[in-house]
């Protein structure tokens, strides 16, 4: 019924710079929060980055200067820009989605396939 589908991930040089987007689409009446988490081999999921419906972001530590999230509603997509990109951000990269689906009234949690990230030089 809703579907997160991210695109944009790969291999890229220590400094270097990638951009991931994710689409939300299917029966969807309203979203709220969109973010992006990752997972390293052998590590859990730790949240990268989240924005609110209203434009409000939040970002891990590890991150903030150098990660850029932002979102469209119109179109039901949030980017992630990454600069300044170290070895220690390769994962695999998971959009998420607070979703309510027409014909519901609770907000359901909804997570794309992922997308690998790989920084090595």
């Known amino acids: 019924q809703v579907q997160l589908v991210e695109s944009g991930g790969g291999l890229v040089q220590p400094g270097g710079s990638l951009r991931l987007s994710c689409a939300a689409s299917?029966?969807?009446?309203?979203?709220?929060?969109m973010g992006w988490y990752r997972q390293a081999p052998g590590k859990q999921r730790e949240l990268v980055a989240s924005?609110?419906?209203?434009?409000?972001?939040n970002y891990a530590d590890s991150v903030r200067g150098r990660f850029t999230i932002s979102r469209d509603n119109a179109k039901k997509t949030v980017l992630l820009q990454m600069n300044s990109l170290k070895p220690e951000d390769t994962a695999v990269y998971y959009c998420?989605?607070?979703?309510?689906?027409?014909?519901?009234?609770?907000?359901?949690?909804?997570w794309g396939q992922g997308t690998q990230v790989t920084v090595s030089s």
């Open positions: 299917g029966s969807i009446f309203s979203i709220n929060v």
């Open positions: 924005i609110t419906s209203g434009g409000s972001t």
């Open positions: 998420n989605a607070q979703i309510i689906v027409r014909g519901q009234i609770n907000y359901n949690t909804y």
